[in-house]
């Protein structure tokens, strides 16, 4: 089972990524009142969450 995490209202939202292209890892970061959440994603997570934000 997979952990679950909620954050309401984040104050900051960034996505990064480390490592050459063909091998990169994907990130997603979230902070909210102190609390930081990271999680390692797949690029296509990134790009469909990016076309819901955007």
């Not at 292209?21 to 609390?35: D, H, I, M, N, S």
Request: glycine content about 12%; proline content about 6%.
């Amino acid at each position: 089972m997979s952990d679950s995490f909620e954050l309401d209202a984040p104050d900051h939202f960034t996505v990064g990524a480390v490592g050459p292209p063909g091998q990169r890892v994907f990130y997603l970061q979230a902070r909210q009142t102190g609390r930081l959440l990271t999680l390692k994603c797949e690029k296509e997570q990134v790009r469909a969450l990016g076309e819901y934000l955007g």
